[in-house]
């Protein structure tokens, strides 16, 4: 097999941690005999400095050709951070359809986490969140900003077809884990969207009796991922909340640095993307410390995705295999390097 492969190292840390991604992916092909053919582009943040936008004008058509895309992260301190979501990131979830935002959160071999004694029991959930609509469709307006009387609004909006689907794919899903969804919403302030929210998945949940189904509000979900995160299976969240507690589940595991992502279009009339859930890390960029494994797991997603599902799973027994022996970037208060980290995962992948 022969997959096509865009790569998009992004901004920043994207550099450092997409090359090493990659070079994990195709370690791996090599092992189980497929071939990635990796085209790479150069957008995001630096790109628009120089040509006014993310991506060019026919970026989306490119994308459109190939089966999977490998993206790092866009945003640079001195762009405007109210572009890369709406030029890049936003464009390419939106039209491609990629309305699954699907985001593991499981304890790596050998990794505490600041959790893991407390409770004593595996952390293993996934975050679900919808990707294409609700608080991030940046519907609103700013209204006299400089004068006294300035307004600003942003109206979430919420379809009946937007949540239907991304509950289906959640009951789906629990029925191939441990058959629990949990509706993380605020339907108790935002009285219509998300109490319609509620409503539809509701309906939806009554098709999958052999599914448990809780609601749970996401002030009490904050706590609980803290304090009982061993309760979760699937969490199926809208698009604001599932950005906030995704970035909570990457601290549950240790480290921002380690949290994968995929943005799925389950119906695979377009490609799908694959990122890991932190952004470009300014502040380490350059030195070559950043944790590259929530980018090399996210492309092990990615393998999954394409149908390479011994693949993906031989770089998640490899991602294990070098955190239980203790190799540890600068996020976890280790010495390691991008790169070694990257090699230590590699030579596992060759030698097991
Ligand atoms: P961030 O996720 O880039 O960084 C937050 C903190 O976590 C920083 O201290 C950073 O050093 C650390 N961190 C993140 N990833 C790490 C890794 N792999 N290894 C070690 N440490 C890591 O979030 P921040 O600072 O809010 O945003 C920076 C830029 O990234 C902004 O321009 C933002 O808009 C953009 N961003 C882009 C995203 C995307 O392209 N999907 C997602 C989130 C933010
Ligand atoms: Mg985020």
Same mark, same amino acid.
């Given at each position: 097999n022969r997959y096509k492969i865009a790569a998009v190292n992004g901004d920043g840390i994207g550099h450092e941690i997409v090359p090493v991604g990659l070079q994990v992916l195709n370690t791996v092909a090599d092992r189980f005999g497929f071939q990635l053919e990796v085209t790479h582009f150069p957008w995001g943040a630096g790109y628009y400095r120089e @040509? =006014? $936008?993310?991506?060019?004008?026919?970026g989306l058509d490119t994308l459109r050709q190939f089966d999977a895309i490998y993206f790092g992260a866009v945003g640079l301190p001195?762009?405007?951070?109210?572009l890369p979501a709406m030029l890049y990131t936003f464009k390419v979830r939106t039209n491609f359809q990629q309305y699954v935002n699907y985001r593991p959160v499981k304890l790596l071999a050998g990794i505490e986490g600041p959790l893991r004694n407390k409770t004593g029991q595996d952390i293993d959930f996934v975050v679900i969140r919808e990707n294409?609509?609700?608080?991030?469709?940046?519907n609103g307006k700013i209204v @006299? =900003? $400089?004068?006294?009387y300035g307004v600003a609004t942003d109206t979430s909006v919420f379809t009946r077809f937007g949540i239907e689907r991304i509950a289906h794919y959640s009951f789906q899903l629990a029925r191939r884990r441990r058959k629990h969804v949990t509706n993380v919403?605020?339907?108790?302030?935002?009285?219509?969207s998300l109490a319609y929210w509620d409503r539809v998945i509701g309906e939806v949940a009554a098709?999958?009796?052999d599914v448990t189904y809780r609601k749970m509000y996401v002030d009490a979900a904050s706590a609980n991922f803290v304090?009982?995160?061993?309760?979760?299976d699937v969490v199926l969240t809208t698009n604001m909340i599932g950005d906030i507690l995704s970035d909570l589940g990457g601290a549950i595991m240790?480290?921002?640095?380690y949290g994968p992502s995929g943005n799925i279009n389950?119906?695979?009339?377009f490609p799908s993307m694959f990122e890991p859930?932190?952004?470009?890390?300014?502040?380490?960029?350059?030195?070559?410390?950043?944790?590259p494994i929530g980018q090399i797991w996210s492309g092990a997603l990615m393998l999954e995705h394409l149908g390479e599902t011994e693949a993906a799973g031989a770089v998640l027994s490899a991602i294990n295999a070098v955190t239980a022996q203790g190799l540890r970037t600068a996020d976890m208060?280790?010495?390691?390097t991008t790169q070694q980290v990257g090699e230590a995962i590699c030579a596992e992948l060759r030698n097991h």
């Open positions: @040509h =006014g $936008d993310f991506m060019p004008a026919d001195d762009v405007d951070d109210t294409n609509e609700g608080e991030f469709v940046q @006299h =900003g $400089d004068s006294p919403t605020k339907s108790n302030t935002l009285i219509h098709q999958y009796p304090l009982r995160p061993e309760i979760f240790g480290s921002l640095g389950p119906e695979r009339t859930i932190h952004g470009s890390a300014p502040d380490i960029a350059g030195k070559g410390i950043a944790n208060g280790g010495t390691a």
